[in-house]
C-alpha cells in the first residue's frame, strides 16, 4: 500500500527566504508518480509540480522545484523567493501504477511573514 | 485556460436529505475522480471514471453513487446524508488515453462544500 508522510504541521517562513516542505512516502512498487498541491484558504486544490519514479532530473515549475531522492524515499518541495501569497496548505500525494487514486500526506500549513 | 467546472460552490442540506454535485472536467479530458475532505483532513479518494465506466472505487459508502455521462460530465448522489458527510467535495479530471496511469496530472475543482444540518 502507497502511504505519504508529510512531518511538518506547519511552519512560519519570512518573506523572500527559501522553504523546503519535506514529503516521504512509500511504495513498493517501481512505477510511481509524486504531486504537490497548493490549497489557499479559499479550498481550492491547485497543482504545483510533478517528479516520475523514472525521472532522472528533479522537477521544476517556476519558482517551484522538487528535491527528489529516490534511494531516501523523500520528495521536497522547494519554494524559492517565499511570497505572502504562498501562504497555504501544502500537500504531498503519490500515485502508483496499479492505482487510479492519489493517496494525500496530512499536508504543512505554510506562512510567510512579512 | 478552462479548468474542472463545480456545482454548487455551497450546498446545505438536512439529516436524511439528498444532494446531488455535478463536476464538468477539463475538456477533451476523460477520467474524472471524486475526493471527500473532511475539515482539516487530506483528501479522501471516493470513485473515478475513465470514459464513462467506473475504474476505481475507494472508502465511497453505499448511500452515494456517481456516474459520468455521454458529455463527460460527472454527477455524485448522496442520498441519506448524515452529519459525518459535511465535507468539501472535489472532482479532478485528467487526460489518460495513452499514458501510463501514474504520470496523470489530476487537475481540481474548486469544490463543493456541503453542510449538513
Known amino acids: 500500500a502507497q502511504k505519504i508522510t508529510q512531518t511538518q504541521p506547519g511552519m512560519f517562513v519570512q518573506e523572500k527566504e527559501a522553504v523546503t516542505l519535506d514529503c516521504t512516502y512509500d511504495?513498493?512498487?517501481?512505477?510511481?508518480?509524486l504531486f504537490w498541491y497548493k490549497q489557499p484558504s479559499s479550498g481550492e486544490m491547485i497543482f504545483l509540480i510533478y517528479?516520475?519514479?523514472?525521472?532522472?532530473q528533479n522537477a521544476t515549475e517556476g519558482r517551484y522545484s522538487l528535491n527528489f531522492q529516490k534511494a531516501r524515499k523523500s520528495a521536497n518541495l522547494v519554494i524559492s523567493a517565499s511570497q505572502l501569497g504562498d501562504s497555504a496548505m501544502y500537500f504531498c500525494?503519490?500515485?502508483?501504477?496499479?492505482?487510479?487514486?492519489?493517496?494525500f500526506g496530512t499536508g504543512t500549513r505554510l506562512t510567510i511573514i512579512p | 485556460a478552462a479548468g474542472v467546472i463545480q456545482s454548487p460552490r455551497h450546498l446545505i442540506k438536512e439529516k436524511r436529505e439528498t444532494a446531488t454535485l455535478k463536476c464538468y472536467p477539463i475538456?477533451?479530458?476523460?477520467?474524472v475522480y471524486w475526493y471527500q475532505q473532511g475539515p482539516g483532513q487530506d483528501p479522501q479518494f471516493l470513485i473515478s471514471?475513465?470514459?464513462?465506466?467506473?475504474?476505481d472505487k475507494g472508502s465511497i459508502p453505499d448511500r452515494f453513487s456517481a456516474q459520468q455521462f455521454s458529455d463527460y460530465h460527472s454527477e455524485l448522489n448522496m442520498s441519506s446524508l448524515e452529519l459525518g458527510d459535511s465535507a468539501l467535495y472535489f472532482c479532478?479530471?485528467?487526460?489518460?488515453?495513452?499514458?501510463?496511469?501514474?504520470?496523470?496530472?489530476?487537475?481540481f475543482g474548486a469544490g463543493t462544500r456541503l453542510s449538513v444540518l
Open positions: 479532478a479530471s485528467s487526460l489518460t488515453s495513452g499514458r501510463a496511469a501514474f504520470k496523470n496530472i489530476q487537475y
Open positions: 511504495t513498493s512498487d517501481p512505477s510511481y508518480g
Open positions: 517528479q516520475g519514479s523514472y525521472d532522472q
Open positions: 500525494a503519490m500515485r502508483d501504477f496499479g492505482n487510479e487514486k492519489l493517496t
Open positions: 475538456p477533451r479530458h476523460d477520467t
Open positions: 471514471f475513465y470514459e464513462k465506466m467506473q475504474s
